[in-house]
C-alpha cells in the first residue's frame, strides 16, 4: 500500500459497507479528508478521531463550492499533511472530476493515488436492474446529462442506435430532452427507469416508457441525485420470466 500522499477515494453508491478494504484501510490512516456531498459521512467515523474533515460539496443546481477552490485545498493540505483523502460519491474517475483533481495536485509535485469506488450506475442491480444480460443487452453506454456547457450530451443519439444499455448520469434536469429524443426517433416506448439512492433505506424508483419520463419523474417525486437507466434491462426479470415459461410450455 502506498504510504502518504493523496488519495482520490471512490466513497461508492452510498452504502458505507460498499467501499474497499484499500478505501477503509486508508480512512483508519487519514489526517484530512476532504469530502463530497454524496459521500456517506459514516464513512468519516473510520478515520482517526484528530482527523481533519473538511465539507466541499457540490449539489447539483444549488449553491455549490467552486472546484477551483476546492483544488486549491487538495495542494494545500497535501502539502502540510502526509496522507489527504479526496472522498468522492460513486467512483471519482466516472463523471467524478478525480482526473482532474490528481492532475492539478501532480502540478505541485504531490504524489497521487486513486483507489476505485462502486459507481451509482452499479447500483441499478440492487433494485433488479442488471446493466447487461445474455439475449438483453451485450453492452453499456454511460453518458453525461450535462456537458460543460449545460447541454445534453450529443452521444446520446448515438447511443439510441444501439443495442446497449444506456445510463445516463446527471440528467434529472434534462429529462424532457431525453423523452423528446427518444421520440423524434421513433422509439417512445423504449423502458425506462430513474432510480435514486439505490443503496440505501431511502431508495426510490420508477419504471416507464420514455415517453412518459419527466411526467412520471414529477408524479413521483423522483429528484437528483439519481441515475437514469434506459433499455429492455429494465424489465429484464419479467422478459426472464416470460422465456422460461415459454421453455416449460414448449417442453410439455
Known amino acids: ?129 442488471p446493466l447487461t444480460h445474455r439475449g438483453i443487452s451485450e453492452s453499456v453506454w454511460a453518458i453525461t446529462g450535462t456537458k460543460k456547457d449545460g447541454s445534453l450530451s450529443r452521444d446520446l443519439k448515438c447511443a439510441m442506435n444501439s443495442s446497449a444499455t444506456v445510463v445516463i448520469y446527471m440528467g434529472m434536469k434534462k429529462l424532457a430532452e431525453i423523452s423528446t429524443a427518444y421520440k423524434q426517433a421513433g422509439l417512445g416506448s423504449t423502458p425506462v427507469a430513474i432510480i435514486q439512492h439505490a443503496s440505501l433505506t431511502n431508495q426510490k424508483q420508477v419504471t416507464c416508457e420514455i415517453k412518459d419520463l419527466q411526467e412520471t419523474a414529477i408524479r413521483e417525486g423522483l429528484a437528483h441525485p439519481a441515475i437514469i ?3 429492455d434491462v429494465v424489465r429484464a426479470r419479467k422478459i426472464v420470466s416470460a422465456q422460461n415459461y415459454f421453455k416449460q410450455a414448449v417442453a410439455v
Open 229 to 231: 437507466v434506459i433499455g
Open 1 to 129: 500500500m502506498e504510504d502518504f500522499g493523496l488519495f482520490i477515494m471512490g466513497a461508492g453508491p452510498g452504502d458505507p459497507e460498499l467501499i474497499t478494504m484499500k478505501a477503509f484501510n486508508v480512512l483508519k490512516r487519514a489526517e484530512v479528508i476532504l469530502y463530497d456531498n454524496l459521500s456517506n459521512e459514516k464513512l468519516l467515523e473510520i478515520a482517526p478521531k484528530n482527523c481533519v474533515m473538511v465539507y466541499v460539496g457540490k449539489k447539483p443546481y444549488a449553491k455549490c463550492t467552486p472546484h477551483e477552490d476546492i483544488n486549491d485545498l487538495i495542494v494545500k493540505y497535501a502539502l502540510a499533511y502526509n496522507v489527504v483523502v479526496r472522498l468522492k460519491g460513486g467512483d471519482p474517475f466516472i463523471f467524478g472530476r478525480g482526473f482532474e483533481e490528481l492532475l492539478f495536485a501532480e502540478k505541485y509535485g504531490i504524489k497521487s493515488h486513486y483507489i476505485p469506488g462502486i459507481s451509482s450506475m452499479q447500483g441499478a442491480g440492487l433494485v433488479d436492474v
